[in-house]
């Protein structure tokens, strides 16, 4: 399995401010990836982030917009740039495990619930 | 391109009802199939996940089966109880690195 942390759990953020959402995985892992959850909503894909590389963006998600730095196998960040209260949403951090008898389990951290006012 | 729906969008049973929930998917080609549960205001739990090999995957009470030729798969819940009372995600691997996520099931099991 994989323990994932995230920081911080929520915050409250003024309009055209950027905010950084940290998280830590309790073992290295290859790809990290980074959901959006806007309110009632399911989960969509911003990004997957690979340590050494470049992060590959989703349609409709853009570097200048939502920056994602990989700086080694176990932690990632995700920077919310220039927020506008549609920016408001419940940011998941998710990695991939291979495990005996569960290959490709998916797993979640608690997520970062963000307001913009 | 794949979508991913799920029906019903939600769901009140009482306490003790079996219960099925749906998941479809429309491109068959996929690597696997994974159920999660999302508490409110929480993350998310894998409950189970099927291969595309696989059938069906069984775990406690709660049993997935999948048939990829129709695009279908199904979350069985037996014995349902209040702690059951959750958001239920169906979420297909579409390709190595893509997942996507159908919009829920919220699921309510009254005591």
């Known amino acids: 399995s994989a323990v994932i942390s995230q920081k911080p759990s929520r915050d409250i953020c003024q309009r055209g401010t950027s905010l950084t959402i940290q998280c830590q995985v309790d073992s290295q892992v290859t790809m990290m990836f980074w959901y959006r959850q806007q309110p009632g909503q399911s989960l969509t894909l911003i990004a997957t982030?690979?340590?050494?590389?470049?992060?590959?963006?989703e349609s409709g998600f853009v570097i200048d917009k939502f920056p994602i730095s990989r700086p080694n196998l176990t932690f990632s960040t995700l920077t919310v740039s220039n927020m506008s209260p549609e920016d408001s949403s419940i940011y998941l951090c998710s990695v991939e495990k291979i495990n005996r008898g569960r290959t490709d389990t998916q797993y979640f951290g608690p997520g970062t619930r963000l307001t913009v006012l | 391109k794949q979508e991913v729906t799920q029906i019903p969008a939600a769901l009140s049973v009482p306490e003790g009802e079996n219960l099925v929930l749906n998941c479809s998917f429309t491109?068959?080609?996929?690597?696997?199939l994974q159920w999660f549960r999302q508490d409110p205001g929480k993350g998310l739990t894998s409950l189970l996940l099927i291969q595309s090999s696989q059938r069906e995957q069984t775990s406690g009470r709660l049993n997935a089966s999948l048939d990829k030729s129709s695009g279908r798969s199904t979350l069985y819940i037996a014995a349902s109880q209040p702690g059951d009372s959750a958001t239920y995600l169906c979420?297909?691997?579409?390709?190595?690195?893509?997942?996507?996520f159908g919009p829920g099931t919220s699921l309510s099991v009254i005591p």
């Open positions: 982030a690979n340590q050494g590389s470049e992060a590959t963006y």
């Open positions: 491109d068959s080609a996929i690597y696997n």
């Open positions: 979420a297909v691997k579409a390709s190595y690195d893509k997942v996507i």
